[in-house]
């Protein structure tokens, strides 16, 4: 079993004081940023750009910043985004005229690359493409605001990645966003789930290192 990983959506930072919240957050114990772009186009919100993520490199993260791209078209974004420190970049594939040259351009960039799949997007995407990814993102919410509900057919569809993902030989992450809190995230990682992306469950607290810590004695259940 490949270690969890807990990305706080800085969706739900202060961003007022960004760079101060995401070291917060890493020193509470999270492993990964993620980090939510959003166009008013493809989403109905809009939210940062490289040059947010260029200023939290020069503000000193060093960790992995996971770039989830709400955005249409996604191709002109993938350069700007690897050039301002972006680790990993997903996309969703029905904003994409191309989907296998979106991928080409994330891997060309020197980033790690992932297919990013709402609630109702049905999963053929993966076929033919699945050696060219890192990462499987399944939306738990639809995709624009933090702090709304899990959907539950969201654990079948999880079920149904990880057999395809272990069916694969690949090493592809499953990552999962939206409404993961202390109290589902055990089920989640049950489905299959390794990554696990949350923002209100951890901004909206005032000891981020509790709600990380209980979110890794759940997972360490799922261990022993
Ligand atoms: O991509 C997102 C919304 O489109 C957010 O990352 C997601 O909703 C996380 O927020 P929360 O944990 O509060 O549900």
Redesign the pocket.
């Known amino acids: 079993m490949r270690p969890f990983l807990i990305a706080p959506?800085i969706?739900?930072a202060d961003f007022a004081r960004l760079g101060e919240d995401v070291d917060a957050v890493l020193n509470a114990g999270a492993d990964v940023v993620?980090f939510?772009v959003?166009d008013n186009h493809y989403?109905p919100n809009l939210t940062i750009g490289p040059m947010v993520c260029k200023a939290l490199r020069d503000y000193g993260v060093t960790a992995d910043i996971d770039v989830?791209l709400?955005v249409k078209p996604v191709d002109r974004m993938i350069g700007d985004f690897a050039r301002a420190g972006a680790s990993i970049i997903t996309f969703h594939p029905e904003a994409t005229e191309h989907l296998d040259r979106s991928l080409q351009l994330i891997k060309e960039s020197g980033c790690k690359a992932g297919l990013v799949f709402n609630p109702g997007t049905p999963l053929h995407y993966l076929d033919h493409v699945m050696d060219k990814l890192d990462v499987i993102l399944l939306?738990s919410?639809n995709?624009?605001?933090?702090?709304?509900s899990f959907i539950p057919s969201t654990l079948d569809k999880l079920r149904q990645v990880k057999k395809l993902i272990d069916a694969s030989g690949f090493d592809i992450r499953l990552q999962v966003?939206?409404?993961?809190k202390v109290d589902n995230i055990g089920e989640i990682a049950a489905a299959g789930a390794d990554m696990f992306?949350?923002?209100?469950?951890i901004f909206n607290k005032p000891d981020y290192k509790a709600v990380i810590d209980e979110m890794r004695s759940e997972l360490a259940k799922l261990e022993s």
């Open positions: 959506s969706l739900s993620h939510d959003m989403v989830h709400m939306m919410v995709p624009g605001f933090g702090g709304q966003d939206g409404g993961v992306v949350a923002g209100s469950a």
